[in-house]
């Protein structure tokens, strides 16, 4: 396989559907001449022209809205939000409108709507730009949250996400955009809805998504050359619809958990992973407490150090596995 970043797979995903597919375009702001404020869109604008490559304006109410409504119309747009944080300025076209329309109309009228939005912090970016979005839309049934974690993942979640015919956000953290993988150059699709184990192990099994399943990957790595503990790393993929029969499997083989996410703890994405596992049977092959390790329930810092000690590190990861699989918890 070649090795490309996150970033390119996303683009390859978007051109690749755009060619095939002519209901299939991109809008949101500074995408066409600048390509992105990521890069992402880089050269779009010259292969496929402004009528599909379409520059809006500062209103992402407004152009959500005529996503929502080329949608309905039988398009299949993919709007990208500048930074995810925005989200809140087109709540009400995804809560109200996107979510609800299939539903409220009895199948009559599909919603097949991407939101592409960036979101995460690590880049110094600051309260208002640095925010973990998918708690404030994992409770509105209807939207579908996908949260790859590599490039791989990245272009066949995409590629899955604008052919579905429902409402799928679709979260890129930044820190990702230019970390690399093996990608293939034929046609494939990673389907949403599934969970995936990225390393087997038997002491542990740490669960993440999107930059954390990236962390709990190294930490696991680390932790086994240098303490000799066996971590199963899962990562959810796909937060929405949430998969935990790996989870719960896994969990009979290592008899711990720890869930790791980067939003606050307070309401985070990890407390529904750890619901479902105390209501299964799994919560009976337990021989230590459920440990989440998450973001501090403060702003993101502008200040770099702050910054990065306000969300788990690859070290933070190291040092809780520790903790749990020699029984500090007990102590």
Not at 102 to 115: A, D, F
Not at 200 to 222: C, F, H, N, P, W
Not at 260 to 274: A, F
Request: charged content about 25%; some cysteine; hydrophobic content about 40%.
């Amino acid at each position: 396989m070649r090795i490309i970043t996150y970033k390119e797979a996303v683009r390859e995903a978007m051109t690749e559907k755009m060619r095939e597919d002519r209901t299939v375009f991109l809008m949101g702001e500074d995408i066409g001449v600048y390509g992105g404020a990521f890069g992402v869109s880089m050269g779009m604008l010259e292969e496929f022209g402004p009528r599909r490559v379409l520059e809006t304006p500062m209103s992402e109410a407004t152009f959500t809205g005529v996503g929502v409504g080329a949608a309905i119309m039988g398009m299949r747009p993919i709007v990208e939000i500048m930074f995810a944080d925005f989200l809140t300025f087109s709540a009400d076209q995804l809560v109200n409108q996107a979510a609800k329309l299939r539903y409220m109309t009895g199948g009559q009228v599909k919603v097949p709507l991407v939101i592409r939005a960036p979101q995460g912090s690590g880049t110094g970016a600051a309260a208002q730009h640095s925010q973990n979005v998918e708690a404030w839309f994992f409770n509105i049934p209807g939207i579908k949250i996908v949260a790859p974690s590599n490039p791989y993942d990245a272009k066949g979640l995409l590629k899955s996400s604008i052919e579905d015919d429902n409402p799928v956000l679709f979260l890129e953290h930044k820190l990702l955009y230019n970390t690399k993988g093996e990608v293939p150059l034929e046609d494939y699709r990673v389907k949403i809805g599934q969970s995936r184990i990225l390393k087997e192990g038997s002491d542990i099994t740490v669960v993440g998504s999107s930059i954390m399943a990236y962390r709990a990957l190294k930490a696991a790595e680390q932790l086994l050359d240098e303490d000799s503990i066996s971590a199963e790393v899962i990562d959810l993929v796909t937060l929405k619809p949430l998969d935990v029969k790996p989870i719960i499997n896994s969990i009979k083989k290592t008899h711990r958990l720890l869930v790791v996410y980067e939003g606050c703890m307070t309401g985070g994405i990890g407390n529904e992973v750890i619901s479902r596992v105390v209501e299964s049977d799994a919560f009976a092959y337990l021989d230590a407490p459920i440990f989440r390790l998450a973001g501090k329930d403060v702003p993101i810092p502008y200040n770099r150090n702050l910054e990065k000690n306000a969300v788990p590190q690859i070290q933070d990861i190291k040092d809780k596995v520790k903790f749990i699989v020699k029984g500090g918890w007990n102590a």
